[in-house]
């Protein structure tokens, strides 16, 4: 597995690497999520313009973002989480999909970007798999409530 090759490479044991991934995973979410309370305009954007309840939907997607970052960290809801990352993830995936293909309407991102962002999303998806569902998740990782 991918982690446990930069484990070795870094000489820090599997256990840490996987508790450092679970923190990055749940800092990134964390961070992801507050931004969306910060910066609603930039999500907006990224909307097609016909959909309803914009506004709603970015406060719910990153709400949802900031419950499953901070979710990851116990053991009990951890499997629960990492299963609604990931329908988050491919529910905001239209969006990454409109800005791709809708490029004329993100001149400041570059299109090489846009469709980097795209496969970024299966990446974001095989991280949450790997840290919250797979069998290598143990239930000691960071908080056993």
Not at 26 to 52: K, R
Not at 60 to 65: A, M, P, T, W, Y
Not at 71 to 81: C, G, H, T, Y
Not at 87 to 97: D, E, G, Q, R, W
Request: hydrophobic share 55%.
């Amino acid at each position: 597995m991918i982690k446990d090759s930069i484990a070795q490479l870094l000489r820090v044991s599997s256990k840490w690497s996987q508790i450092g991934s679970l923190l990055c995973l749940s800092i990134f979410f964390c961070f992801i999520g507050f931004d969306h309370f910060i910066n609603p305009t930039f999500y907006l954007n990224i909307m097609p313009q016909e959909w309803p309840l914009k506004l709603e939907a970015v406060y719910i997607s990153g709400l949802f973002e900031i419950i499953g970052g901070i979710s990851i960290l116990f053991s009990k809801l951890r499997k629960f989480a990492g299963w609604g990352l990931i329908a988050l993830l491919i529910a905001v995936y239209p969006a990454n999909i409109h800005m791709a293909v809708n490029y004329h309407l993100f001149p400041d991102i570059s299109l090489v970007m846009l469709y980097f962002r795209l496969a970024l999303q299966f990446v974001f998806v095989y991280w949450v798999f790997s840290v919250t569902l797979s069998k290598r998740n143990g239930p000691d990782l960071v908080i056993n409530g």
